[in-house]
Structures are given as structure tokens and as C-alpha cells.
């Protein structure tokens, strides 16, 4: 099951921009979820975790400026990027965490194409 991400695109320094992500399957609400973000020649990133006990978990980076969230109802997951910086530049993607949980249905979580966010200066 290849995850969606959508809601990337090109904002300014200090904007905003929310991004959603679909998981289908019957595990969803089971699962830790979380965003990645990978920029070309580093390793993949992790962001933020909707933890499927209700907690939340930040990296350093993104703390007190992003906002994860989860509708298990909808098999969605949420997030709001605030003051945004260039260095937040990067295509996020999501995932379980850790990546490449059981959907429940149609076989193990695989990474989609992501949703590629600009911050421009």
C-alpha cells in the first residue's frame, strides 16, 4: 500500500503550509504514525509522531512550529508547518513509525512519492 502525500508547494520564509496524508488499511489507528522530510544527498529525517496512544513527538528542528495530527476515522494524518524556514526545504513523506507497517489489508506500507515543500528567502 504506497502512502499519499499532498499539500507541498512554494511558500515564503515565515508562511505556512498544511500537509495530509492518507494511510489506507485496517491497522491505521494501531500504528504510530509520523512525517518524514528528506532533502537530496542526506538521509531521510524524522519529524514528527502521532503516537497511536494520543502523544506527540517533535525533532528539535521543527518544535513549537509544527503540528501532527491524525483523524483515524478518515485514515489521516496531518501536518501544520508554521514560521516556516528555508532549511525546511525538503519532500516530506509518511509513514508508520517505524516505516513499513502492516496495512491490515493490502500488504506492508511503502513509501509514496511525497509532497515536496519550497521555503524560499
Known amino acids: 500500500v504506497q502512502l499519499q502525500a499532498s499539500g507541498g508547494g512554494l511558500v515564503q520564509a515565515g508562511g505556512s503550509l498544511r500537509l495530509s496524508c492518507v494511510a489506507p488499511g485496517s491497522t491505521f489507528s494501531s500504528y504510530d504514525m509520523a512525517w518524514y522530510r528528506q532533502t537530496p544527498g542526506k538521509q531521510r529525517e524524522l519529524v514528527a509522531t502521532?503516537?497511536?496512544?494520543?502523544?506527540?513527538n517533535y525533532a528539535d528542528s521543527v518544535k513549537g512550529r509544527f503540528t501532527i495530527s491524525r483523524d483515524s476515522a478518515k485514515n489521516m494524518v496531518y501536518l501544520l508547518m508554521s514560521s516556516l524556514k528555508p532549511e525546511d526545504t525538503a519532500v516530506y513523506h509518511c509513514?508508520?513509525?517505524?516505516?513499513?507497517?502492516?496495512?491490515?489489508?493490502?500488504?506492508?506500507?511503502?513509501w509514496g512519492q511525497g509532497t515536496l515543500v519550497t521555503v524560499s528567502s
Open positions: 509513514n508508520t513509525s517505524p516505516p513499513g507497517g502492516h496495512s491490515g489489508t493490502g500488504g506492508f506500507y511503502r
Open positions: 502521532s503516537r497511536s496512544t494520543g502523544r506527540t
